[in-house]
Nanobody, 123 residues
Framework: QVQLVESGGGLVQTGDSLRLSCAASGRTLGMYVMAWFRQAPGKEREFVTAISWSGERTTYADPVKGRFTISRQRAESSVYLQMNNLQPEDTAEYYC????????????????WGQGTQVTVSS
């Protein structure tokens, strides 16, 4: 079993930065892909970014390319999401997720989830 706990959300202004963290526990995540999803009110949960188990490969959704950066510290079983130049449309609950094997953009493909952390960007 895997437990994921996110932190780092908050209320910021347009153009500001935030760094989200996801701490994993319960079992080794050495071969797990880690991802971030987000869900805005009234919308479906959407893929944001993912990172391979080695940390060498990353993928990003188009709306966040060039602004968000995912990274992981395998020794700490942690994943981070650096978000720069935040925009009001980035406002959402952000979730950390994990799955064994290759990355997938569909949230249904991820068996492990954190409880979420709220990011609100004011204009």
């Amino acid at each position: 079993q895997v437990q994921l706990v996110e932190s780092g959300g908050g209320l910021v202004q347009t153009g500001d930065s935030l760094r989200l963290s996801c701490a994993a526990s319960g079992r080794t995540l050495g071969m797990y892909v880690m991802a971030w999803f987000r869900q805005a009110p009234g919308k479906e949960r959407e893929f944001v970014t993912a990172i391979s188990w080695s940390g060498e490969r990353t993928t990003y959704a188009d709306p966040v390319k060039g602004r968000f950066t995912i990274s992981r510290q395998r020794a700490e079983s942690s994943v981070y999401l650096q978000m720069n130049n935040l925009q009001p449309e980035d406002t959402a609950e952000y979730y950390c997720a994990a799955r064994p094997g290759p990355w997938r953009a569909s949230p249904e493909q991820y068996p492990y989830w954190g409880q979420g952390t709220q990011v609100t960007v004011s204009s």
